[in-house]
């Protein structure tokens, strides 16, 4: 389960932005074809802040739809796959636009 490793991450990276403070909230971003299962993530979280400055926090994860651009078409298209064909045509030459995206996009911490 490397999303235990993610969500270690995740409030490393928090911790050093908090400089100490309590983070209050966080926002994550999660795409769709990033291959990390965001209900894992969530249940992670609880036990890996345990004991830090994140413990209690609200964690928002928000989902970026997978979204490509068909180099044969010229169409923009949704994915639900790394390797997803084009919606109007059937090419596999689609370019991936969103939905790999993982990162902390916001923290809000107590003054």
């Known amino acids: 389960m490397h999303e235990l490793s993610i969500t270690q991450g995740i409030i490393d ?27 894992a993530i969530e249940f992670c979280f609880e036990a890996c802040s345990r004991g830090t400055t994140l413990e209690g926090a609200h964690l928002n994860i928000i989902r970026i739809p997978g979204k490509g651009h068909c180099q044969d078409c010229g169409a923009d298209t949704e994915l639900t796959t790394i390797f ?6 059937g090419s596999y030459l689609v370019t991936i636009e969103t939905g790999e995206e993982m990162r902390v996009k916001e923290i809000e911490v107590d003054e």
């Open 84 to 89: 997803g064909t084009c919606s109007h045509c």
């Open 13 to 39: 990276i928090c911790e050093k932005h908090a400089s100490g403070k309590r983070v209050l909230s966080l926002d994550v971003e999660i795409g769709d074809l990033s291959g990390v299962v965001p209900d």
